[in-house]
């Protein structure tokens, strides 16, 4: 499935079931998801090369974490009365809190793998520069003015 179609498709169930979730704390952490995921996908989208790089979040991460939102919508309208549901819920709103924190650090990721190859591409640029006489090392890399051409 293409990632454009996988991106809609998950985060149009993400915002009809938090419609459906009547909890502010964990619609609050449903807005926050599917912001993070579109984040994640915009990147994507313009960094084609890092699709492999977010394969389990589209494969496993995204589709476990729409199951239980599906079944905390499910649980908290038909089964109020059901021992345990109650603990149940409270589990669920918690790894919804840890999933939304794994999602922000993957968009981060993403962005630190890139400002990491950017300033290491600086750094061998300015190593070339002064390497061929164009910087000078005791000026910290500043062009020496005395050789700059017009």
Do not use: W
Not at 2 to 27: F, G
Not at 57 to 82: A, C, G, H, I, Q
């Amino acid at each position: 499935m293409e990632l454009t179609h996988i991106a809609s498709v998950s985060i149009q169930k993400m915002r009809r079931l938090n419609i459906a979730i009547e909890d502010e704390k964990v619609s609050s952490y449903i807005d926050e998801m599917a912001q993070a995921c579109l984040d994640i996908f915009s990147y994507v989208k313009t960094h084609t090369d890092k699709e492999e790089q977010i394969k389990s979040f589209t494969t496993y991460y995204l589709p476990e974490t729409l199951r239980l939102l599906k079944n905390y919508d499910e649980m908290s309208k038909r089964l109020t009365d059901s021992p345990g549901v109650a603990e149940t819920l409270q589990e669920i709103t918690e790894t919804l809190e840890v999933i939304l924190r794994a999602f922000k650090n993957l968009h981060n990721q993403l962005y630190t793998n890139q400002i990491l190859k950017v300033s290491t591409d600086g750094k061998v640029l300015k190593d070339i520069l002064m390497e061929h006489g164009l910087l000078d090392e005791n000026e910290n890399g500043k062009l020496r003015p005395q050789e700059v051409k017009k």
